[in-house]
């Protein structure tokens, strides 16, 4: 009895966040079904109410506890294992661009390591903010779940505003367009058309940080929109008009709780820029290929003891 109530317990911790992002859409899908039934406007205005509600600097405490309970649950459940190659040559006090790999289906590890709540984030990145989506910060609940997790609207201008101010910045370069060519026997990471971090990093002389996630791929099965339903133009097209792929993607048992899967993350060493006010295309190109040749490195080092030995990385 005790080992299927810590089961239970564990089980709605970690899926706190993703749960309430599934359960949401489903309530507002269910809700349009049946207008215009009383039940279901009255459902739709107070979803329009929360969407509306203020975003506050700010966590809660209750909300930070919670937070902290939910990323100390996912980290065991999935045995998370941080590596950091050069620990030393994270510095405190400097502020850095962070690029992280893959996005999957969800980056659903990147919070438990780079949460300003994680029990594990490295001290030199304790006032990192994760950049997602916006269309997280338009979802009723959501908006404020992803908020209190340290997460910010994944845009130039937030980008600029929190370097200035000290802060480092947590992108996944290849966004939401990386899940057009993910797959269950390879790691794909759109990256070579993705200019503007590195543009902005350049532009407020902050290191690039290469992080590399193994396992968190495989916490999800998913069908995805494209190919042999769309064409594959199409489907980018959408993508990038919404800010997401519409898949079905679903963990243990079919609910939103993630596969057990062991997850490693690794943060390779920062890769010194120059602070250019205006970079040149050139410039630009020389350290996105730099930060490419570094996340293949940082790939190949650790997939063996990862436990992906076979794995390969696709560079889009």
Request: glycine share 6%; charged share 20%; net charge positive.
């Amino acid at each position: 009895m005790k080992g299927i109530l810590k089961d239970a317990v564990t089980a709605v911790a970690i899926s706190i966040w993703i749960g309430a992002l599934f359960g949401v859409i489903a309530s507002l899908l269910v809700a349009v079904c049946y207008l215009p039934s009383p039940l279901a406007i009255c459902w739709l205005s107070l979803m329009v109410a929360l969407t509306l509600l203020p975003l506050k600097e700010k966590t809660p405490e209750w909300a930070a506890r919670m937070t902290r309970f939910s990323l100390r649950h996912a980290i065991q459940y999935n045995k998370l294992e941080l590596r950091i190659e050069d620990e030393e040559a994270l510095r405190t006090g400097r502020p850095y661009v962070v690029g992280y790999e893959p996005h999957s289906a969800l980056p659903t590890a990147m919070p438990m390591v780079f949460c300003e709540h994680s029990p594990i984030i490295p001290p030199a990145l304790r006032s990192v903010r994760v950049l997602a989506t916006s269309a997280c910060f338009y979802c009723p609940v959501v908006r404020h779940l992803w908020w209190w997790l340290g997460g910010r609207p994944a845009s130039g201008s937030v980008m600029h505003a929190m370097l200035a101010r000290g802060h480092s910045a947590l992108v996944c370069p290849g966004g939401v367009q990386e899940c057009l060519y993910m797959e269950h026997d390879r790691e794909a990471v759109y990256l070579t058309k993705r200019t503007g971090f590195v543009r902005i990093a350049l532009q407020h002389g902050a290191p690039l940080v290469p992080v590399f996630c193994f396992g968190q791929t495989d916490m999800y099965h998913w069908v995805k929109l494209g190919p042999p339903l769309l064409p594959q133009a199409l489907t980018e097209r959408i993508a990038r008009t919404i800010k997401f792929l519409p898949l079905l993607m679903y963990g243990a048992w079919g609910t939103p709780v993630p596969r057990k899967v062991k997850v490693t993350t690794v943060v390779g060493k920062p890769i010194e820029l120059p602070k250019v006010a205006q970079p040149s295309k050139e410039q630009i190109q020389e350290y996105l290929d730099e930060f490419i040749a570094q996340m293949k490195g940082l790939f190949e080092r650790h997939k063996a003891s990862a436990g992906y030995p076979d794995l390969q990385l696709v560079v889009i």
